[in-house]
């Protein structure tokens, strides 16, 4: 009862002074919406990723060189390592072998990357992946071809080439080169299929099939002198019952392999999902972090404006003294005076990161997803930062002296 | 028993040489449904008084009960409350606050109480018709005249029921018709058994009193029962022992005169008092805040 006559008070006030009030918002407004838009960008990219990699069925397991996650002694993941990817090494044809060869597995296709600029003409493609792979692999992923179709055991060794969809628009121009031919390294391959577009993963930029050029694994051997560089095998498990003890079965074949040591990772789809959502929650975190520093600005004026507005009231504060009102009355009143100037900034914060948002998703490839407890939360931190910063004018406009109040001209 | 006694109290402002003594060992006591008029030059101390009878202010010295309770070193909390409950202020300056409207102005410390918003409003409707302002519920402060915002101040010291209304040159900024006004309401609640404190500089006003009290230096120096419609003698004797000079004085009524009456005069008026040894006892006590 008692609050909602303050709210009602406040709203009066802040009205009775619209621009002041409006640009002390400006600093709430700009922390919330930034905060929003980034936890919002990051939720939409968690969730395109969740897609991507749910879609590639859960007995699906993924090798790679390097120690990207920590385990514990029961094989549950309890860190990332956020720096593993930057050198990894590389597999050879052996750990390709020894997965094969594991019980529970069912079929393997490794990426075996070709160092090596695609040329077409006159042009290059400095920015695309050039990898080896078996026939397999677009079964295994699940992915099917716009144009043409994926190499067959029966062209294991032709120079053909299979390419993401970004490829056929930068380097040749065109959407179905079917037949046409680039150079990799001197040697002459032609185009035999085009992928359907893989769905975009930002922030994963190792992944980006629609920018790869893909060749049958022997012919990639070639291209590259005989050298082997696997960065990535794919294993398929018979069934998703058989998937972890395969994917154990992996792990403790190449640990033997490599003399006991685990310098790879292991990772079911699930898994995958894990390691992906907790990098995704550091960088998030971070860049909101950054975002909220925004919001503590933002505090800092509301709390000069409460000065402002305790010291203008001096008059108002003695009288509502006199006519009883307790300290702890006029202390309830200014604090939820910048309560409200923060919450109402807080959610036109909101309404601004909607807008935002929109303009995100017209103009990049991102999805950002604002979730009802984005919402929630937001607005209960602009609250707490009208608290926090509404205190100190609060109890200086509470512990005013009456007297000297009411004389205050 | 009194409702309001005040025993030895005193206060001082500053340290040292700086001392000044406000209110100087004062007793002072009010019965219910009296209207005491305080009457004296500028800086006698009629506000400190008011503002310590008031619980605004605390005395330096001395002991202050108000309604049988022992009032003077309460906490801020509780002295809000006694407010809240059993005094209302009118002031010079009126102090209605400006973003409320009438209504609500008036129902202000009815919400400090926590009643609903329905319940103040109605209250403070039927107080407005008291004072004359039903037609100005909806008003802003700003939009009335001098007179009628104090007769809204007045709807407001009124609508708590309380047992003291204290009210501090009432009539200081309005002009004689307005004042004349502002007295005849005063008039009417002391008659309905209200108590009534005021201060004023106007002689004429004392005729509404039912107590005149005079004071000098942070001291009573004459207090007298008075009939209504009189004033009474020691006032009259202050009044025209000074000439009204200007046209402007005597339109103004004796009030411009009053605040620039010599302290020589005051003092040989002081010698036919009764009270003669409170000059006597300040002198000491000025003596001993300079040790
Ligand atoms: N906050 C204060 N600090 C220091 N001295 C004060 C303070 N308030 C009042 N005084 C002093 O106390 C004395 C009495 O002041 P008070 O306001 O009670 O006078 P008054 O009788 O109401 O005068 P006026 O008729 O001008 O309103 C004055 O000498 C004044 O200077
Ligand atoms: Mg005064």
Redesign the pocket.
Known sequence: MLLSRNIRLAVSSLRSSKWRSYLTMLGIIIGVASVVVTVSIGEGVKKQVVKQINELGPELITVRPGTTVQRDENGNIVGVNLLAGINPGSFSEKEWTAITETSGVQSTSPLNVVSGVPRYQDKTMPNSIVVGTTDNFAALIGQELDYGAFFSDNDKNENTVVIGKRVADELFGELAPIGKSIQVRGHTLIVKGIFKQFPSTPLVASNDYNSTIFMPYEVSKKVSSGQVQIYQILAKAKDEKTANSAAANIRSNLTKLHGGEEDFTVLKQDENLAVVSNMLNLLTAFIAGVAAISLLVGGIGVMNIMLVLVSERTREIGVRKAVGATNKQILTQFLVESSVLCVVGGLLGIILSVIANYLIRVFTDLQPVITIPIILISVGIALIVGIIFGTTPAVIAARKDP??SLRYE | MPVIELKDVS?L??FGDAT?V?LDEVNFSVEKGEFVAIM??????????LNIIGLLDKPTHGTYDLGGRRVERMRANRRSKIRRDTIGFIFQSFNLLPRLNVLENVALPLAYKGKTQTKRLKQAGAILEEVGLADREYFMPKQLSGGQTQRVAIARALVNNPKIIIA??PTGNLDSASSLVIMELLDKIHRDGNTILM?T?NPELTKYASRVVF?HD?SIVADEMSKFGEIPGFIKRRMYSVKIKTQEDKLKGVSAVM?AIPDKNTKNDDSSNKKQKKPIKKYKRKNKAKK
């Open positions: 007297i000297e | 206060k402002y500053g000044t406000a004296g030059p500028s800086g006698s101390g009629k506000s400190t008084l501090d040159e201060v500089h004071m942070g605040k």
